[in-house]
């Protein structure tokens, strides 16, 4: 007899540890500096200490198979045994490294964004002749851990259908081949996993389907071959197709219908079911998640949660997504309102909390009146568990919806982006002005963030060193990086950023309106972190952020140095924003800032400026109703904060692991006379696609997210493609992103083999 759902729970909980344990831990084990026994060891602490805790915190329903040494996606193809057979190696773990890093003359999977959010996952690869095979162990693993805790647990997975929607077609699939064509396969896996967790005395098995609220998925779109999207179309991808339907139908109609089996929560989150939710409505499973914070904009009467009488909702009112206090009175009234019109509810996060940090508890110096409106995971645990306390004992009838929250009365002026010249008119006057060569090479903008220098930074905020010590070092770290490029013979240089802890938080520190944690890690991908800032206020410059250290890095040398700067896109993506504005304000706020750096750049004599949007495909809306309307609003503020500059000023942009090739009109019309794009580790995917882009275009020639240094064979290979679609003449060599998690070893001699492939194919020119 299936069980009932404990009344609380959350979906998933951070995995890094409150003070990235587990990024310590994973390059220690990678430099070889410590065991995989030492490794395990803190994985395993790591689990125990977020089990106990969650029970503490009053939490009924704990969740496991939620802990990764790198990402869940890449957990759930080695689940299912597909491992492409060039990753395969006698030690499982190097196996699952090598898919995630890549190895010796192996690149890695390709990595991209989960959704809307700046976590990153791995891409399986699944092809006609993949052979699957489940390997149970990991989630058998931590369900008998738990239990020696005395603690039973529900096992986390990635759905079936979300799974094959977030792959990709292995590399010889034949065409027309999308890997949702092995779901019978798949589906197969599956029913033995939950027959040998049935086996185990597992109770319930949550599987997660986020694919479900999406209207396309990236991997359908790269399937069918998709791209090009122009800006002035009413969607910028289809509904959800009759076959995604018809595969979760098909799915959960198969796996609920075993005879021995766990009881089955399938979870959605990050929007609403839409049409989905009848499909899983008649399922045969026992519970359904719904995320109540982004999936409920016009109010429970539109859900359709009526559907769902009969079967367990798990409501989602707690944000998994922001650090904002949820308003309780407004989740209880949700909760009373889906209990009198499906039944049996309970109280979760909207989706697992691996997007915030661990515990606002520790920001002792964040602004008192700020840190009461904060709620990090372990107060959203808590939150969680009020709630279901509460619901407990309130009377059966609803109490009235809860009021739209009212945004602030705001007056902002218009912005009106001054028209630049066209490009073939500014191209001619930056080649007269930087007489720069043809294929000229030049990266992203960070280079190695030393040891030394993070030392350092650490000791300047602890007080332990003066700011003249400090910037002493950096001074000397500038000089170092300009001579290496110098000597590399690379055509635009950077000074590196050796004064930036990271690409957002830099700027938020010296803007209006932004706060910034000391603790406030999240996960970025596998040991990569950031500490989101805290935009909480209006935002303003109070004076030049970049300025300084650009002229001096120009100073040092006669060969164009770039000005590097983050856009007013990623730099809100980047952060946990205010909720009392409309994010486009937001987003012009941040614009108007940016736009006045880079004119104090040009002023100081800067006239290449990078103004990176990594973040612009990642913010589009999951839901076609508003991708037109946010493209249009994203372009004009990137506009706006670059156009006022002249005709000889070079504005260069970026974007990486965000699948860009599927918003290339829209990057074109950012109008940036130069645009790099990640095409390294997705070995050339965006170059299917870029026969409309009309500017410079900088396809990546060297995975910079591996450890591995690619040869000048490699990205001569590299060019030579890009060359087949871009002209020479508008093409640039640089890496895929920034140089800041390499080692400068891996670096310079990877650089050296960039500055070799591209001088090889001018001298073939000249």
Known sequence: MTSSFPASTVLGYPRIGPDRELKRALESYWEGRSSRADLEETARRLREDTWRRLAALGLEGLPSNTFSYYDQVLDTAVLLGAVPARYRHDDDLETYFAMARGAEGIAPLRMTKWFDTNYHYIVPEIG???????????????????????????????????????????????????????????????????????????????????????????????????????????????????????????AYGRLGRLENRPALLVASYFGDLGDALPVLAGAPVEAVGLDLVRGSAHGVDALGVEALAGKTVVAGVVSGRDVWRTDRDRALATLLAVRERAGRVVVSTSCSLLHVPYDVGRETGLDPALRERLAFAEQKVAEVAELAALLAVTPGHHLPEHPAAQERPHTFPARTAEGRAPYAVRAAAQA????????????????????????????????????????NMVRAEIEQVIALQERLGLDVLVHGEPERNDMVQYFAEHLDGFAVTRHGWVQSYGSRCTRPPILHGDVRRPGPITVRWAQYAQSLTSTPVKGMLTGPVTIVAWSFVRDDLPLREVVFQVADAVREEVGDLEEAGIRV???????????????????????????????????????????????????????????????????????????????????????????????????????ADEVEHLLTEALRTVPAERLWVNPDCGLKTRSYEQVEAALANVVEAAARLRERRS
Do not use: N
């Open 609 to 711: 400026i990078q103004v990176d949007e990594p973040a612009l495909r990642e913010l589009v809306p999951l839901r076609r109703a508003e991708q037109g309307a946010y493209l249009e609003w994203a372009v004009a503020a990137y506009r706006w904060a670059t156009s006022g500059v002249s005709e000889q000023t070079q504005i260069h942009t970026h974007l990486c692991y965000s699948d860009a090739d599927q918003i290339l009109a829209a990057i074109d019309a950012l109008d940036a006379d130069v645009t790099s794009i990640e095409s390294a580790r997705s070995r050339g995917r965006v170059l299917g696609v870029v026969g409309g882009f009309s500017r410079g275009l900088g396809p990546g020639v060297y995975d910079i997210h591996s450890p591995r240094v690619p040869g």
């Open 128 to 250: 006609p002749d993949t052979v699957f095979s489940l390997d149970a162990a990991k989630p058998l693993a931590e369900v008998r851990e738990a239990r020696a805790l005395g603690l039973e647990t529900r096992p986390v997975l990635v759905g079936p259908v979300t799974f094959l929607l977030l792959s990709q077609a292995a590399p010889d699939s034949p065409e027309g081949f999308a890997p949702l064509d092995r779901l019978d396969d798949v589906a197969e896996v599956y029913a033995r996993l939950l027959a040998e967790l049935a086996a185990e005395g597992v109770g319930w098995v949550q599987l997660d389907e986020p694919a479900l609220v999406a209207d396309r998925t990236p991997a359908e779109l790269a399937a069918e071959g998709v791209g090009w999207v122009q800006l002035d179309e009413p969607a910028l991808v289809a509904d959800r197709t009759p076959a995604e339907l018809a595969a979760a139908e098909a």
């Open 432 to 471: 007269e002005h930087l007489k720069l060569p043809l294929l000229p090479v030049t990266t992203i903008g960070s280079f190695p963030q030393t040891g030394e220098l993070r030392r350092a930074r650490a000791a300047l905020a602890a007080g332990e060193i003066g700011e003249a010590a400090y910037e």
